[in-house]
T-cell receptor, first 119, second 112 residues
Framework: GAVVSQHPSWVICKSGTSVKIECRSL??????MFWYRQFPKQSLMLMAT?????????EQGVEKDKFLINHASLTLSTLTVTSAHPEDSSFYIC???????????????FGDGTRLSIL | AQSVTQLDSQVPVFEEAPVELRCNYS??????LFWYVQYPNQGLQLLLK??????LVKGINGFEAEFNKSQTSFHLRKPSVHISDTAEYFC??????????FGQGTRLTINP
């Protein structure tokens, strides 16, 4: 149980294009999903918290207009990297928490990540 | 504010030997603690979690961790490792809010 599917797993595109990454909870409903960025050989950096039916909460230093997040249903959140440039190349990982919004003791379940390469 | 320190960035171990990956945290309130494993080009998989109760927590793949409140530690152990345990391991803490704060990660390399 508690499977999170992330798609696509690998994207290569030209500079200036926009890329959409999907994160789905397959067997549970996720009121809250999280988007992380991971640089090579480093830890995960939380970019934003995605809340179903409301605006995402972005971490300090993350550009809202660059990284658009939409959480339209209890099983789907999307991250769109707009006008992507080579510095946006990274490994992006989503996660979802199975359970009540305010219960921090529920573990997060992670997708397999998306490797984004901007040429 | 919470923080997590994983004291070793890399740990090389021979196959079938025991291993301990160290994790210390700082927080002013009660916390929930987690260990995750990341295989190459994949997301994170939950190994185990400490929420309350017994300080010795058993997880998947033969791993266990012990919560030590006085030393603010949550070290991960396995009595006998296998080649397949080669991966990156992350310790994380949650203070009851939604966010997880991750440590820097420890790369465990198993040598034959």
């Amino acid at each position: 149980g508690a499977v999170v599917s992330q798609h696509p797993s690998w994207v290569i595109c030209k500079s200036g294009t926009s890329v959409k990454i999907e994160c789905r909870s397959l067997d549970f409903q996720a009121t809250t999903m999280f988007w992380y960025r991971q640089f090579p050989k480093q830890s995960l950096m939380l970019m934003a918290t995605s809340n179903e039916g409301s605006k995402a909460t972005y971490e300090q230093g993350v550009e809202k207009d660059k990284f658009l997040i939409n959480h339209a249903s209890l099983t789907l959140s999307t991250l769109t990297v707009t006008s992507a440039h080579p510095e946006d190349s990274s490994f992006y990982i989503c996660s979802a928490r199975d359970g009540d919004l305010f219960r921090g003791n529920q573990p997060q379940h992670f997708g397999d990540g998306t490797r984004l390469s901007i040429l | 504010a919470q923080s997590v320190t994983q004291l070793d960035s890399q740990v090389p171990v021979f196959e079938e030997a025991p291993v301990e990956l160290r994790c210390n945290y700082s927080s002013s309130v009660s916390v929930y603690l987690f260990w995750y494993v990341q295989y190459p080009n994949q997301g994170l998989q939950l190994l185990l979690k400490y929420l309350s109760g017994s300080t010795l927590v058993k997880g998947i793949n033969g791993f266990e961790a012990e919560f030590n409140k006085s030393q603010t530690s949550f070290h991960l152990r396995k009595p006998s490792v296998h080649i397949s345990d080669t991966a990156e391991y992350f310790c994380a803490v949650s203070e009851g809010a939604q966010k997880l704060v991750f440590g820097q990660g420890t790369r465990l390399t198993i040598n034959p």
